[in-house]
């Protein structure tokens, strides 16, 4: 009996793998061209000019065939992203990161399949839902097809305290206080 009831969980589990959007059920051909001028349409392009016009100039496909990431910094660890096309010179309107965005996860230069997570929060910790989004690049626009609630990440193990005696590797540094700054630096 025990037998069955891993197979039947081992089949439960490959089932709903299946069921989840795949990269090659979108397929995209791969852009050849010359890359377009940016195109600045939106309040994105306009802002980020000069990320997007470098992305078109170096850029090959990342993303659906035609589609190049650009990726910029928004403060201490916050990177946000997103794509311009080079066929076109136009930019995607929907963005990925920042400090509360959706974190880029999947995605393939033939393929117009995207992947994103991000976490929904209703003001309270213990409800928050993180999700996985599958999107279908169509016409231009992002078009949710897809998306699958996780469980909550588990905390990470506390890591063990240090001794309470440390070894000091340069006690030279640490025998003579420093009462007076020098010279060259209090000029």
Known sequence: MYKYAILFCCFIYSTSYANVPQFDAYPAEIYQGKSAKLKIDNPTARMFRTRFRNALRDGQPDFAGEYTLVSWGCG?????????????GRVLEHGFGGELGESLDGYQADSRLLIASAHEDHGDPDKIKYVVKYYELKNHQLRLIDKVYAKKPQPVEKVAEPPAESVDTQPELNAQPIEKAPESIAE
């Open 76 to 88: 201490a660890m916050c990177v946000m992203h997103s794509f311009v096309n080079l066929r076109t």
